[in-house]
């Protein structure tokens, strides 16, 4: 703005501001201004960041993300105001944020950031003084507000001696936090109380945001509607002190554990010199408190001695079985119920407790949780339903069921058990004989995996690296059969060829013999010897048939010589030569008479004719 | 002159050392009731009771004892492979488990103890597929032991070795038909039991190695500057082609392979 008006004098700036536009916006001013610098811890500041400029059209609130420890505890609130002086306009836009100090001692404000007309301008840092409570009063009284608000009724507490301080009763509430224990087991329980100290009324009070536990699972202790009041001396100072919340708190892992800051808004009555103030209003200032983290720390449930059948619960409990009746029949059902009572919290026992039973098919449990609290302790109640259907008659007995807790009084694992129920089954109806239970089968499943067991080797152990069929006696039989194969070819062939041969002689012979006894009967061809003749020529044509197919000559009837003949392929007309050459000669030699020379020629020329047609067809 | 009293020298060493031996086994046999002196059956069953105390490394060492002997039990390689399993030695014990059924393939425990190690350690192969049939036969070929094997193989053989025999001498031709056919219904079997029979000495035969130290890379070639490949960790189940001064050439059953150093796997 000085730069502006020191360059253009006069009527010059009114024409130059109505041009402007964004050219000119250039000039905008920000800072950033604290209501006060000084103040006690709990109190709260307001920081007003104004901007002023030609136009204020694209001015953005600033960035307070640099802005730390503080808690904002309202804003930013926005005044504007435009204002035109000597035909010279000028617009200015305040951000106010309330503040509340986190810590104590010599704070700063840092440079803040403001994007106007596309430019990011800069806030001066700001120091600011907070003194530990109640050293300082403040003169800050913020407007009263008429009435109390709605919210949870507090009775009326008459203010605590050496509360008569005029202003700044903030100083006089805190919030603060306390639990039973700080050592704990996974599992085990930690009751957290909120507690409000005060010296003076309480109006209203609100939880600025919920309040939540990591590493905790919560569980809300219900409180009476109206607040428990008891009085406290703190130091020097006696307080009112309101119980606000109570939480049993379970630990989900182990490790340090922090119970984080809750932080309420308390509205307080305030002491007003005003008269007419006080009593047509009732002035009021609203204050801001925050407790302290507490560190919790949280035991591991000890892993060496963790029996197998852990359920998980932590706490102290007990167990109880009971029947609905003891007296049943065989398909009857009977309900069994299995509970688990104590301190503790029960959530994490989710496992069937009672174990399948030969004699009993079990339905699935229907399984009923309930939660109750004595004495600020957590204590749960977990029943399991069954319903029991016996098998076989007789008595039945459900074992003692086992539930392993750890203890954490104790330090231990414990495992009680409930007493064992007998039960007293009848044969069902119709049971005649011995009863035949419908028995639910279940496949049989494989739990773990583990090598096979040893090899024993009971019969001694031996070398297993030269099987059989690498040894010589192998070798042996394999070539065994070879070698006698090879033997009984040679031998068959060696016989084979002996035997033909044989034959073959036996063939020429034949030929041979028949020339011979031809012969023989030619030189007896005469009426003399007639006889002899034929005798000749017929045992010249059998005894050819006989050596020629390795028959012996004397039991050669015609049949015989007919079946060898057609055996060896003789055709018809031959084989029918030779019988009728045959036949003639033995008629001849049974009458010898009625032959004469003529007919014994004609004979001998037969005979000769049939076994030289004969050999050839046999030869070919 | 100079090789004649180096040669010399090598015989005045040598004989010192045999002596040595001898006195060594003297000893040996003379040292009644030593520990040393145990039988193998003993020593194994020992091994055992140590074996069912969990001492697994004093079993581990009387079974290699036996072994030592030149014993060659599938049985002792068997509870060799427990015991390293106990051990939680995984590579040693798919090792001698590999032993066990190389003598022996027809053992059921030891392939299922196989397949439990082997889904303990870190290297998942993927092996090719076998089709139903002939993964059912070959189930069945590994079920039947060698003697078994082959004792049924010489049933046959023999049998249609004596047909050929009697076919070769009988003279009536339709005898000699029957017995030809019976020869070859015969010979044909054991042609096939000798097929199963090459089959499982050629399975039993397959150079195997065991990965045996933590992670080993396999390269590209039997040097170190070659590439790395793909790398394997203990108890994989490699099968061995070559060998090149102190490399193994070896491929997985997927069909990778690669060069891997001899001192990082046992053979089978």
Known sequence: ?620 | MRTRAAGGGWRGVIVPGWVACALWVLLCAAAPGAAAAATPAEIFSRANDAYEAEKYEEAASGYARILNYGLLDPRVYYNLGNCYFKLGRLGAAILNYERALKLNPSDRETRDNIDLARGQIRDRVAETEVQYPIRALKRMLDAITFNAMTFAFLVFYQAAGGLVVVMLLARAAPRRRALGYGALAAGLCAALLAGALAYKVHDAATPLAIVMQDKADVRSGPAEDNTVLFTVHEGTIVEVHNHLEGWYQVSLPNALSGWIPEVAVEKV
């Not at chain 1, 130059?16 to 916006?25: E, H, I, K, V």
């Not at chain 1, 840092?110 to 403040?138: C, D, E, F, H, K």
């Not at chain 1, 009326?156 to 100083?171: E, F, K, V, Y």
């Open chain 1, 1 to 620: 703005m000085m730069d502006l008006r020191a360059r253009f004098p006069g009527s010059m700036a009114v024409l130059l501001a109505l041009a402007a536009g964004a050219a000119l916006a250039d000039d905008a001013v920000v800072r950033a201004f604290l209501d006060r610098t000084e103040i006690s811890a709990g109190e709260e500041i307001t920081l007003s960041i104004e901007i002023a400029a030609l136009s204020l059209d694209q001015a953005a609130p600033p960035d307070i993300s640099r802005l730390e420890g503080f808690d904002v505890i309202t804003g930013p609130s926005v005044s504007s105001r435009f204002q035109w002086i000597n035909g010279r306009t000028s617009a200015s836009r305040t951000y106010s944020y309330v503040l509340r100090p986190d810590g104590t001692g010599t704070l700063t404000i840092p440079a803040l950031g403001v994007l106007v007309q596309g430019r990011t301008y800069r806030t001066r840092p700001i120091t600011l003084t907070v003194n530990p409570p109640g050293t300082i009063r403040s003169p800050y009284a913020p407007p009263p507000v008429a009435g109390p608000q709605p919210g949870r009724s507090i009775p009326p507490s008459t203010p605590a001696p050496g509360t008569g301080r005029a202003a700044g009763a903030g100083a006089d509430v805190r919030v603060r936090v306390e639990a039973d224990a700080r050592t704990v087991y996974v599992g085990q329980q930690v009751t957290v109380r909120f507690l409000l100290d005060t010296q003076t009324d309480i109006l209203n009070l609100a939880l600025k945001d919920n309040p939540t536990f990591p590493g905790f699972w919560a569980e809300e202790i219900k409180l009476p509607e109206n607040l428990d009041m008891k009085r406290v001396q703190i130091g020097a100072d006696s307080f009112v002190e309101y119980t606000l919340m109570k939480r049993a708190l379970f630990p989900t892992s182990p490790g340090q554990q922090t119970i984080p800051p809750v932080t309420y808004q308390v509205q307080v009555r305030r002491r007003s010199s005003d008269p007419i103030e006080s009593f047509f209003f009732t002035p009021t200032e609203t204050v801001t408190r925050r407790s302290d983290p507490i560190a919790i720390t949280v035991l591991p449930l000890p892993a060496e001695s963790r029996p197998p059948g852990f359920s998980g619960a932590v706490g102290s409990f007990n167990v109880s079985l009971a029947a609905d009746r003891t007296e049943a029949r065989v398909n009857d059902a009977i309900g069994v119920k299995f509970r688990i009572t104590g301190e503790g919290n029960l959530n994490a026992v989710t496992a069937s407790p009672l174990p399948e039973l030969n004699d009993f098919k079990q339905f699935a449990p229907k399984v009923n949780a309930s939660t109750s609290l004595q004495a600020d302790r957590f204590r749960g109640e977990k029943v399991w339903d069954y319903v029991l259907i016996p098998l076989a008659a007789g008595t039945q007995t459900i074992p003692p069921v086992a539930f392993t807790f750890f203890d954490p009084v104790a330090r231990a694992y414990r495992t009680v058990r409930s007493e064992p129920v007998s039960i007293q089954v009848a044969r069902g109806e119709g049971g005649v004989g011995p009863s035949l239970p419908s028995v639910s089968q279940s496949d049989v499943r494989l739990l773990r995996r583990d090598v096979h067991y040893l090899k024993l080797a009971r019969g001694g152990l031996e070398d297993w690296s030269r099987p059989f069929h690498t040894s010589p006696v192998f070798m042996a039989l394999i070539l065994l059969p070879v070698v006698a194969d090879l033997g009984a070819a040679l031998y068959a062939r060696r016989r084979d060829a002996s035997t033909a041969s044989t034959r073959l002689r036996r063939e020429r012979r034949a030929r041979r013999v028949a020339r011979k006894r031809l012969n023989e009967a030619r030189r007896r061809m005469s009426p003399a010897t007639a006889r002899a003749f034929y005798a000749a020529v017929a045992q010249a044509l059998t005894g050819y048939v006989g050596d020629k197919f390795d028959a012996s000559g004397a039991g050669l009837t015609h049949q015989r010589i007919e079946e060898l003949l057609a055996a060896h392929g003789a055709p018809e007309e031959k084989r029918s030569a030779f019988h009728r050459c045959l036949e003639a000669c033995d008629y001849a030699r049974f009458a010898p008479s009625s032959s004469g020379p003529d007919e014994m020629r004609k004979a001998l020329a037969a005979a000769e004719e049939t076994l030289v047609g004969l050999e050839r067809t046999l030869s070919a």
